[in-house]
């Protein structure tokens, strides 16, 4: 079975300073990895994705994400944090091909990050 | 950004009345999904459709039908909602599914229901 831990609720930085969102997954194979970032009151909207190429990748708005295979983690890093980054962040994993090919996604419960001035 | 429209995008009712969310895509996106969002609980499944009157459970799927009749629309109803169905939901679409996939999904903004 697979499954997602955001291992914090909460993060707040200021402006400038590192992003760490961390992840830890639980997968029976492979996985495919995938970060969503949430803004007030709207929908998600993906981030980046590791689909078992490089596994240091790279997503929009300077984020990137390692995948760490012996560590079962995908921590969302960016090196210095923007007031527009303040926002809900959703690690998601994906479950694979159980009931045919639709490939269900799981989500983590969602880090919240505020951004100081 | 992807053609998603949900509605109703706010909507009050009374508990036990029948309520339709209706989502419609034009990116002409075989698989759609429902999702409900509640704090502390991430997103989770509802239904999803793999195709034109194909679909199938998800996590939280009791108390919910769906019907795709047409590519572009996917509906989710509660027959008789209840106060636990008060949530914010979403609907999804992705061009593939499946794990050797992206797997990236395209979202609506979201339709916060209430009911009292």
């Known amino acids: 079975a697979q499954s997602v831990t955001q291992l914090d609720s909460h993060v707040s930085v200021s402006e400038g300073t590192p992003v760490l969102l961390r992840c830890n997954y639980s997968?029976?194979?492979?996985?495919?990895l995938f970060w969503y970032v949430q803004h007030p009151n709207k929908g998600l909207q993906l981030l980046l994705k590791y689909t078992s190429a490089a596994t240091l990748v790279k997503g929009i708005n300077g984020f990137e994400a390692e995948f760490k295979k012996s560590e079962t983690s995908f921590h969302l890093t960016k090196p210095s944090a923007h007031m527009s980054d303040a926002a809900e962040y959703f690690c998601?994993?994906?479950?694979?091909?159980?009931?045919?090919?639709?490939?269900?996604?799981?989500f983590g419960k969602g880090t919240k990050l505020s951004v100081k001035p | 950004d992807a053609g998603i429209t949900q509605s109703p995008r706010h909507k009050v009712t009374e508990t036990g009345t029948p309520v339709t969310l209706r989502c419609h895509q034009t990116?002409?996106?075989?698989?759609m999904y429902w999702y409900r969002q509640d704090p502390g609980h991430g997103l989770r499944l509802i239904h999803y459709?793999?195709?034109?009157?194909?679909?199938d459970k998800g996590e939280v799927s009791d108390g919910y039908s769906v019907s795709r009749s047409k590519t572009e629309d996917f509906l989710l109803t509660l027959e008789s909602a209840t106060s636990s169905q008060t949530s914010v939901y979403f609907c999804a679409i992705s061009e593939k599914a499946g794990h050797t996939n992206t797997g990236e999904l395209f979202f609506g903004e979201g339709s916060r229901l209430t009911v009292l």
């Open positions: 998601v994993v994906s479950a694979g091909n159980y009931g045919g090919s639709q490939g269900n996604l799981i």
């Open positions: 459709s793999y195709g034109v009157k194909d679909t």
């Open positions: 997968s029976s194979y492979s996985p495919s």
């Open positions: 990116e002409n996106h075989r698989y």
